[in-house]
């Protein structure tokens, strides 16, 4: 088997492998990022005002990598795959919009809940990060959904005008019918948001466990570690609906080799692109798996503080092999069940080849950004973890 | 009649949750500078008093740090989401400058405002120092990618983007001529200095407001000398830029000059209308320039000389550029209609052809889709291709194809106006800094004190001029406004519309009673 397309330009074609991948790796990072949305959903576990600064001030601290991942995220596929960003976001509206609101929503909240003079009162701070941590965090996952399921519209090849809602059989509701439209896969992508906000959440515990002073904070970090335990319950359920239905389901195939791109359904798809290239998505998958099940292992159900880590870098690893058999080994990444020909791939979305040859030098950034976030991270973390003192002190712009 | 209407509400949204982002965006690109110098002095001096200044500063920029986040998110999206076709068709050229901002501007301002705003104590003093710079340096990355981006939009050029007939898309052929376009350029300039100046404003008006109320006076002076030093310079700055900024509107954007100026009828040795109360016609009645106003005070000659560096340079009319003008070599909207309608055909019988296989019939649709059809000085060259945007307008009313004249009149002028003020504010204030009298003079403090929130509507008007101005399209010349929207039902865009307008309006509020709160509480204990 060829690995390029002989009937197109190969340097484009790796180039738009490249930027898949980036773009994969960039999901991962998101996905590991999201410990923030989970942790705001763990507000509850705080008993005083204490304790719920301390939560506060933890991810306060984050938040903005998660927002800037994101918004590098949209950026990447804006100026790569220009048709995936306007048939989506245009189509797709309400997903998007309600995803950006939760965002807006989020980006105030820290700032402003323990201000004097916020107008709406600490509550209802508290109420948009958990908008932001559970509901955004479900519809992300849903709309991830939709790269398996396919979503509801068609358009002119010539013009590329999208048309949402052409499915005969469908329910049109501008991207919100993936979480009610079961003739289309909606279990699934429930499934998939479930299972992203479950992730989120046990990271987000994973990550206060680590971030607050576990000695200062005795029974907040347990009442945290407890709800590790249920949510690996739900996540693990969802895993396994997730899984049994994309290695059952007909995926978006295409030959990579065809000018034309004419896309079919392919029965067992996912698996063959999970045993693609040596299988080596599948053991990428495995080790992301196995690496996030340790970290809850040996902070959720033992006493180690430093299970972020391996669980973290699991749920990078998992991010990037879902993107990859996503979009990858000649599948449509954002499919659609109302005109199979419409579905797009990375080869009939992208930009062109002089776009994606000047975002591949610039993208020679991106280990350098990658060092210096890692060293802030460090500079931050190195002299400990949050305390009451710093919290309390007036000079340490706490929230 | 729908579609216009979907298309005027989306409008309408982008240009809500513009100007929403926008008042944050010029006091971050400021106060990221001035909360910059503030450490450095106290790093330099070591004095604890300089810490205090600087973190009280700092929380304030913080507080609206958090506003002008949440409110680019939308930006970046509502590209997709209500201007889809846009996206497709400019996503190269669009898109990549939004792509290399993330990557090398928003990152560095995310990530070291986390050790500006936290880590006061977790960090050495050289490398919070250092993290505050790079948090406004940052900050300021951004603008410049985000400009050259709207650059773009103002003046696509065929030097760095290429109408693809393949593709039907408007694709990017030299991204450093994409970089270092001059519109590009002094708009970015201009944007940047507009926002030191606002900052400075703001400092010193806060530190006046503290001085006329006999409190923190140690703290509201070290302020002031810094806000006065900075505004003076960047005050001046804006003024020398922006006419330059002018310069290049003039010459790259006709109409939206003419609007500005309210000029119908072109003229050799154009006035500038100082003041004037400009009427809302159609270019295509209007006779001449008098009928236009129904007041004005002129400067004679300053438009040619402004715009196109002559005193008696001609400067086209808004009617000039419809009904064209040879005297001029200015094309009458109907040729420019005619050739872009042509544009239209050639692509359709080009897809036609590819379709049928006709090989034959490609090549000669192509070539007739990339024939020049003007020739300029220096080897410009403008192909078919180049005005298939114009198609658009072919058959439809004429004046379609200008900017309404008074919002971008008065847009204009007010801006341009209020940026006369702040110099001379910033002289006076700078002058009283030195001579020691600025903690006793009430009046100019009075003066600081009321003009806060001027640099926010000059700066508001600014960006209503570059954007209204440059109607009716998304991309001048190229791409129409009505052509770019996403084909969505209209009550989509007015849901997401009052969505956003409550949460701004609610934040907005919220966001100013936490200010104010905090300016009334003062530097001791800010945070």
Not at chain 1, 212 to 237: H, M, Q, S, Y
Not at chain 2, 161 to 188: C, H, Y
Not at chain 2, 232 to 249: Q, R, T, W
Not at chain 2, 336 to 346: C, H, M, S, V, Y
């Amino acid at each position: 088997m060829s690995w390029a397309p002989f009937t197109v330009d190969a340097t484009h074609f790796y180039l738009q492998v490249y930027f898949w991948i980036i773009v994969a790796v960039l999901g991962g990072l998101f996905l590991l990022m999201t410990f923030v949305q989970g942790g705001q959903s763990l507000f509850h576990t705080a008993k005083d005002e204490m304790e719920e600064r301390a939560i506060t001030n933890s991810l306060g601290r984050k938040w903005e990598l998660t927002f800037t991942t994101l918004v590098l995220f949209g950026g990447a596929l804006y100026a790569a795959f220009p048709l995936f960003y306007s048939v989506s976001f245009g189509g797709a509206y309400w997903v998007w919009m309600l995803i950006l609101f939760g965002f807006v929503l989020q980006a105030v909240a820290y700032e402003y809940m323990n201000k004097e003079g916020n107008l709406l009162g600490k509550n209802v701070y508290k109420f948009f990060l958990y908008f932001n941590g559970i509901v955004t965090m479900l519809l992300i996952g849903a709309a991830v959904g939709t790269f398996f399921t396919g979503s509801n519209f068609s358009f002119d090849p010539v013009t590329k005008d999208v048309i949402w809602g052409t499915a005969k059989d469908g329910i049109d509701l501008r991207g919100l019918e993936a979480a009610i439209d079961f003739k289309h896969g909606a279990w699934f992508n429930l499934a998939f948001g479930v299972l992203l906000f479950a992730a989120a959440r046990i990271l987000g515990a994973l990550w206060l466990i680590n971030d607050i002073d576990n000695n200062e904070f005795p029974e907040l970090i347990a009442r945290i570690r407890k709800t590790i335990k249920t949510c690996f319950g739900v996540l693990v359920v969802a895993l396994a609906i997730v899984l049994a239905g994309l290695l059952t389901m007909k995926g978006y195939a295409y030959d990579i080799h065809d000018p034309t791109g004419k896309i079919t359904l392919e029965p067992g798809k996912y698996l063959h692109n999970l045993l693609s290239f040596g299988a080596i998505p599948l053991l990428l998958f495995a080790a992301g798996l196995v690496l996030f099940i340790l970290g809850v292992l040996k902070t959720g159900f033992g006493n180690s503080n430093k299970g972020i880590w391996f669980s973290g870098l699991g749920i990078v690893l998992i991010g990037i092999v879902v993107f990859v058999i996503a979009g990858l080994f000649g599948t449509s990444f954002y499919p659609s069940y109302a005109d199979l020909q419409s579905s797009l791939t990375i080869q009939n979305s992208s930009g062109s080849k002089y776009t994606l040859e000047v975002m591949a030098w610039v993208s020679v950034a991106v280990p350098f950004v990658l060092a210096y976030i890692v060293w802030v991270w460090y500079q931050m973390k190195k002299n400990g973890p949050i305390t009451k003192e710093e919290i309390a002190d007036p000079e340490s712009h706490a929230y | 009649m729908d579609h216009l209407s979907m298309v005027e509400w989306a409008r309408a949204q982008f240009a809500m949750t513009a100007l929403f982002h926008f008042f944050f965006v010029p006091f971050t690109l400021g106060m990221s500078f001035v909360v910059a110098f503030f450490e450095t002095i106290y790093v330099k001096t070591g004095k604890k008093e300089w810490k205090e200044i600087t973190q009280f500063w700092q929380l304030i920029f913080a507080i609206n740090f958090a506003l002008g986040l949440s409110t680019g998110i939308i930006h970046e999206f509502e590209f997709g989401t209500n201007w889809s076709t846009y996206s497709w068709v400019v996503g190269d050229l669009f898109g990549a400058p939004l792509a290399v901002e993330g990557i090398i501007a928003f990152f560095m301002e995310a990530t070291f405002a986390a050790i500006s705003f936290f880590g006061w104590k977790r960090v050495s003093k050289g490398v919070h120092l250092a993290s505050s710079w790079l948090l406004a340096i940052g900050s300021n990355l951004s603008a410049l990618w985000i400009l050259i981006a709207n650059g773009f939009m103002q003046h696509p050029s065929n030097e760095f983007g290429n109408f693809n007939i393949d593709t039907s898309r408007l694709e990017m052929i030299d991204f450093w001529k994409l970089i270092v376009q001059p519109v590009a350029q002094v708009k970015f300039l201009h944007v940047v200095s507009a926002g030191y100046t606002l900052a400075s404003i703001f400092v010193l008006g806060i530190s006046a407001f503290y001085l006329l109320r006999k409190k923190h006076v140690e703290f509201a002076k070290k302020s002031a000398a810094v806000a006065a030093a900075f505004g003076l310079v960047s005050s001046i700055f804006v003024a020398v830029i922006g006419d330059e900024h002018a310069y290049e509107v003039a010459n790259t954007q006709p109409t939206k000059i003419a609007a500005a100026e309210g000029l119908y009828v072109g003229e050799k040795g154009a006035p500038i209308v100082a003041v004037g109360i400009p009427k809302n016609l159609k270019a295509t009645e209007v006779t001449s320039n008098d009928e236009a106003f129904a007041f004005k005070i002129e400067l004679p000659h300053m438009l040619s000389i402004l715009g196109k560096h002559g005193f008696n340079a001609y400067v086209p009319g808004l009617k000039d550029l419809i009904n064209g003008n040879p005297e001029y070599g200015i094309w009458p909207l109907s040729k420019l209609a005619k050739i872009g309608q042509e544009a239209r055909d050639d692509l359709k019988a080009y897809h036609a052809a590819k379709e049928a296989g006709d090989k034959a019939a490609m090549e000669k649709a192509r070539n007739d889709f990339y024939s020049v059809v003007w020739t300029g000085p220096e080897g410009l060259k403008l192909r078919k291709a180049d005005l298939i945007g114009y198609g658009f307008f072919e058959g439809k009313n004429p004046d379609l194809i200008h900017p309404p004249v008074p919002p971008v009149f008065y847009a204009f002028h007010i801006m341009v106006s209020l940026g006369f003020w702040f110099i001379l504010l910033f002289i006076w204030a700078w002058v009283a800094v030195v001579k020691g009298s600025f903690e006793n003079n009430t009046l100019l403090q009075k003066l600081a004190v009321l003009t806060v929130p001027l640099p926010w509507v000059a700066t508001s008007f600014g960006w209503m001029t570059a954007e209204i101005g440059r109607q009716p399209w998304t991309v001048f010349g190229v791409l129409p406004t009505a052509e770019s929207a996403t084909p969505i039902a209209l009550a989509n865009v007015q849901a997401t519309f009052f969505m956003f307008l409550a949460a701004f309006v609610i934040l907005g509020i919220a966001e100013l009673k936490i200010l104010f709160t905090v300016v009334k509480h003062g530097p001791k204990g800010a945070h």
